[in-house]
């Protein structure tokens, strides 16, 4: 009889410790995600009821124009940003963890600085620096051009600038993850590995990269599911533009949700969004287990 009042005990403490969790996930992201999935398969509405219409809105994506180009502008910005973001952090990181002491911290606040920013704070702060009348920028711009740039109002170079700022913004939060990563890797095998007589490069490759890996996969990951998101950054610096060239689907749903009010197409459109942030997930978790077993 005590046995069993025992386990009805931990069972109640498990379930007090656990219920808050399940009531704020199924309140704020179980629930709405099926109610967005029920909404794409009618016409209704951003509030109100619909009528089904089955996959109408799905196959309606599929001659999309507007629908294609943010998906290929969202594939863009990612090629733009994931693979240079984690090689320009880790970089970072590899150069600070060689700092000791104050000097270190130092150079970890500066480069963590920028990602404690508002987003508006830092469109603000580049959109002034790359005005194109005014801006500080600019100068240089048109020593590379020839003349000044209006950035932000030109399809060739709206995307790739954007990206460099999400880069810059972003960057710190990665080169804290690798420093967290380097600062596991055992001092010993450094030193045994010099006493064999290897190189820098060799110590990287053989030691550093394997031990890493998995933070790497998770930085590639983190920020596949950030850029596939992309919006702050665009809505505040381009909106959209130039003739659509920095459209995501983040800005499409917005569009077809707040501005036309389809509430079932937008609702089509994110989940389209979701099950793409759900394949990357499971890609993060295939290529961890992968690098596992290939070390």
């Known amino acids: 009889m005590a046995m069993i009042e025992n386990r009805r005990k931990r069972n109640l403490t498990a379930l007090s410790l656990v219920a808050p ?15 967005m999935v029920q909404l794409s398969f009618t016409n ?17 994506l599929a001659s999309d124009r507007l629908f294609k180009t943010s998906v290929w502008n969202n594939a863009y910005f990612i090629l733009l940003t994931v693979v240079p973001t984690t090689a320009i952090a880790l970089t970072i990181a ?53 003349e000044a740039v209006a950035v932000f109002k030109d399809p060739e170079w709206v995307m790739p600038v954007i990206a460099a700022i999400t880069i810059w913004w972003t960057t710190g939060f990665n080169v804290l993850l690798f420093i967290a990563g380097l600062r596991n890797v055992p001092a010993e095998l450094y030193e045994a590995s010099a006493l064999d007589g290897a190189t820098r490069w060799q110590q990287f490759t053989r030691v550093t990269w394997p031990l890493i890996w998995p933070v790497t996969a998770l930085v590639l990951t983190l920020q596949l599911i950030l850029q596939l998101k992309i919006f702050d950054q665009i809505y505040l610096l381009s909106a959209g533009g130039p003739f659509n060239s920095s459209y995501v689907l983040l800005m ?12 079932g197409y937008s609702s089509a459109i ?6 793409l942030i759900a394949v990357v997930s499971v890609f993060q978790f295939q290529l961890l287990r992968i690098g596992r077993s290939r070390r």
């Not at 700092?99 to 580049?126: C, D, E, R």
């Open 270 to 275: 994110a989940t389209v969004l979701f099950v």
């Open 21 to 35: 969790f399940v009531i704020v996930f199924s309140v704020f992201f179980f629930y709405p995600t099926l109610k």
């Open 44 to 60: 209704a509405p951003l509030i109100g009821a619909g009528e089904w219409v089955g996959f109408d809105n799905y196959i309606r």
């Open 94 to 146: 590899l150069m600070i963890n060689r700092l000791k002491g104050g000097m270190q911290a130092f150079i970890m606040v500066l480069f963590f600085l920028p990602y404690v920013l508002p987003v508006s704070v830092v469109t603000q702060i580049w959109a002034w620096m790359l005005d194109f009348q005014y801006g500080v920028l600019q100068p240089a711009i048109a020593a590379i051009t020839g």
């Open 252 to 263: 499409q749903v917005y569009r077809e949700a707040f501005q036309l009010n389809h509430g």
